[in-house]
């Protein structure tokens, strides 16, 4: 299950390092990829692409993005299957995707900003 506090911390390391703003209620809406990201540096898993629709991170069978902090994201969601990336690939299928090419500097601002709050360092 992903730390509802890690949505939180992207949308306040987004929206201090960035000009184009987002809430957590549309983060799957452009931003998903960049989400994924922060939530395969904590978790682990793999990075999966239904480019152009979406992107999730998946961990022992089960599907995880903003709005499935569960894990239960469905391909059946009309999102497509997807395809599962190694980091370069992911970097290079949304390199122009709708918030910009993925951020590394600002998954990391994030993963600072939530191990802040839960007061020790994520996986």
Known sequence: MVDRRLVEAFVEAWNGTHYQKVTEGIINGGWCYQFALLVHKVYGGSLVSAHPWHAWVE?????????????????SSG?????VEC??????????????A????????????YEATVGEKAS
């Open 79 to 83: 999102r497509g299957e997807g395809e």
């Open 59 to 75: 961990v022992d069978g089960k599907s995880y993005d903003s709005e499935h902090l569960d894990g239960s994201l469905a391909a």
């Open 102 to 113: 993925l951020r590394e500097d600002i998954a990391e601002a994030a993963l600072e900003l």
């Open 87 to 100: 980091l370069a690939e992911f970097a290079e299928t949304w390199r122009t995707g709708i918030s910009g």
